[in-house]
Structures are given as C-alpha cells and as structure tokens.
C-alpha cells in the first residue's frame, strides 16, 4: 500500500522557520521524482518545489526561490522542505507527491499524494 505522510507542520510567526518531512512507503522510493505542493485557503493547489530521483537538482517556484530547500534520503525513504523567512502568504496545506514523470512542475504528472500538513505563518 503506497503511503505518504506529511509533517512538521504548525503555526509560526512571520520570519520564522519550518522543516516539513514526507515519509513513504509501498513504491520504489528511490525511483521517484519527488514535489512539494501547497493549497491557500480558497484557492487552488500550486506547485512550490521539486527535486529529482536521484537528488542531483531541485526546483522552485519563483514565490519560494531562496527562502526554501529541498532534499531527499533515499535510505530513509524521506523527503524534506525547509522553508525559511516565512510570509503569511505562505499559509497553507502542503502536500508532498511522487511522479515518475518528468514535469516536475505539473499536478497532473503526479502518481501519489499525501494526506497534507496545515502551516499557518502569522503576521
């Protein structure tokens, strides 16, 4: 049974930082490009990043490029977003999914999905 399960989450300040942590289970972790996603509230879920089976490159949106980071461990089965400088407009379910497809950057290619972790930055 494919599982990923998402924590880390939380309310912090504008400013702050968080480490969000995906673990998975059921698929060939290790061959599986790895994302990040979030939902705002009201609106539709966004792509925040992305990194490579391999963890060679990582990808970002441009609202996130230099505040966030990516990473994987293979051996443990993991994926990680540090997020840093967090804004309230950061405030979001975030999601972490696994494709073995090679847009990295579109929901569609995405074969599995989390449950979601809640982060709320307030100002």
């Known amino acids: 049974q494919v599982q990923l399960v998402e924590s880390g989450g939380g309310l912090v300040q504008a400013g702050d930082s968080l480490r969000l942590s995906c673990a998975a289970s059921?698929?060939?972790?290790?061959?599986?490009?790895m994302g990040w996603f979030r939902q705002p509230p009201g609106r539709e879920r966004e792509w925040v990043a992305a990194?490579?089976?391999?963890?060679?490159?990582?990808y970002f949106a441009n609202s996130v490029t230099g505040r966030f980071t990516i990473s994987r461990d293979n051996g443990e089965n993991t994926v990680s977003l540090q997020m840093n400088s967090l804004k309230p407009e950061d405030t979001a379910v975030y999601y972490c999914a696994a494709t073995y497809g090679s847009q990295l950057d579109n929901f569609d290619e995405y074969n599995y999905w989390g449950q979601g972790t809640q982060v709320t930055v307030s100002s």
């Open positions: 990194i490579t089976w391999s963890g060679t490159s990582s």
């Open positions: 059921g698929f060939s972790f290790s061959n599986y490009n």
